[in-house]
């Protein structure tokens, strides 16, 4: 495949190149699979689901909704979305929404889903602020996929996870198992708080409080920040002059806090090695039984996941489509593949210059050949499984497959209930 720096994104060609990837490789197929969940509930899961567009010029439609996959996919291709959003199950048919009186209209179910923004670390990573990001602080985003994803599966026992990177800054998490979709509103803020360690105003200094002995939960989540602290605290540099070590040195106590503030201020240590005299220091405090001088809560603090709590309790509240492009970057919006989670790269994500340019080389190679072109690039889902989108695909491919094995097997066993006497 080719480098995606290669094919710079030209904003000024979005509205062209997106009519281009609706035609050729959006993956409708596998789409309107993992959307319809094996139509387990007599076709209401797709033909009653929201979805919203964002068109040109910044025109907002919500309410829309589809009666099967053709209809879904020649919208698309007639409107050019330059944003899709996935809302609610309903009780009424969105499209129809103005038929019933509001009070009627109500979401039944959705996908407990979860959105990780960037912009939500800024007080504490250095390389980057706002809408930026660089492959340092994307460590943030890596830790919050293993930690959330472990949590769902192994304190909640969910199976059917979808990681989707946002296009820009962020990442998405879409939990599909039946459960959760089925979650009342009560229960997905209880799961979201359940997940929430880090909290508090821009101008509070310490915003965790964790207690011994530790919750599994903060256990296996110090498991995983740790193996990724250190890096953290060299590329970020959390600790190379008074301002920043000050808001590290703000979670001690104060006897800890002023000792180490003066060693700092007349040495020249390089960051990792202040790290290593603070955790120095905190276990001392520890074996003194001086429980408030605990180095675990400055990694939660700086590493910790931190989650839209709104995103998540909402039923009501829409969220990205997976495999959407980003108008900002032209990135499309991939799933991840969590066994691959450290090696996901956003600067390597197809955007949708590089990947007209790999249609164009792969109809231009077949051009002489009319039987291999009609053999090869048969349908946009051949045509994207030979660009830089397949990687992505094949994850989404497993992922629908195992949700759909799923969904036959619960299709089977209510059927064999219902033939019990």
């Not at 309410?63 to 209809?71: A, L, M, P, T, W």
């Not at 970020?236 to 806090?257: E, F, H, N, T, V």
């Not at 390089?270 to 520890?286: F, M, N, T, V, Y």
């Amino acid at each position: 495949m080719e480098d995606p720096d290669e094919h710079a994104y030209d904003k000024s060609q979005y509205p062209i190149l997106l009519k281009q990837y609706y035609m050729r490789l959006f993956p409708y197929e596998k789409y309107y699979q993992w959307l319809s969940y094996s139509e387990v509930e007599k076709g209401r899961c797709f033909t009653h689901r929201e979805f919203s567009f964002t068109l040109e010029g910044d025109i907002y439609v919500r309410y829309k909704s589809f009666q099967d996959r053709k209809e879904f996919e020649d919208e698309l291709k007639k409107i050019n979305p330059h944003k899709i959003d996935i809302g609610a199950i309903y009780n009424v048919k969105p499209a129809n929404h103005k038929k019933v009186l509001p009070a009627n209209f109500k979401p039944l179910e959705k996908e407990l889903v979860f959105d990780i923004d960037m912009t939500d670390y800024d007080d504490i990573r250095n390389c980057c602020s706002g809408a930026s990001i660089c492959r340092l602080c994307w460590r943030y985003m890596t830790v919050a996929i293993q930690v959330v994803d472990r949590s769902l599966r192994d304190d909640f026992g969910f199976h059917h996870i979808l990681w989707v990177y946002s296009g820009r800054r962020g990442v998405h998490c879409w939990v599909c198992d039946v459960d959760a979709r089925k979650l009342s509103q009560e229960a997905r803020s209880a799961i979201v708080e359940y997940l929430t360690l880090v909290s508090g105003g821009e101008h509070q200094k310490k915003k965790v409080n964790i207690k011994r002995p530790f919750h599994p939960l903060i256990s296996y989540s110090l498991e995983i920040i740790a193996r990724h602290f250190p890096d953290l605290v060299k590329e970020q540099d959390y600790l190379s002059s008074p301002d920043r070590w000050a808001k590290m040195l703000a979670l001690l106590p104060g006897d800890i806090r002023s000792n180490l503030d003066k060693e700092f201020s007349e040495s020249s240590q390089d960051s990792l090695h202040r790290w290593g005299r603070i955790r120095s220091e905190c276990d001392k405090a520890l074996q003194r039984k001086k429980m408030d001088a605990d180095h675990n809560d400055i990694m939660i603090q700086f590493a910790y996941p931190r989650l839209d709590i709104n995103v998540s309790k909402g039923l009501n509240h829409l969220l990205k489509s997976p495999f959407c492009v980003h108008p900002k970057t032209g990135r499309v919006c991939i799933p991840i593949d969590i066994q691959k989670v450290e090696n996901f790269d956003p600067f390597q994500v197809p955007t949708i210059s590089l990947l007209r340019s790999e249609v164009d080389k792969l109809h231009q190679a077949n051009s002489d050949d009319e039987a291999s072109q009609a053999n090869s690039l048969k349908g946009s889902r051949k045509v994207a499984e030979a660009t830089s989108l397949k990687p992505a695909l094949d994850t989404f491919n497993s992922f629908v497959k195992q949700l759909s094995v799923s969904n036959y097997a619960m299709k089977r066993d209510d059927s064999d209930r219902s033939l019990e006497f």
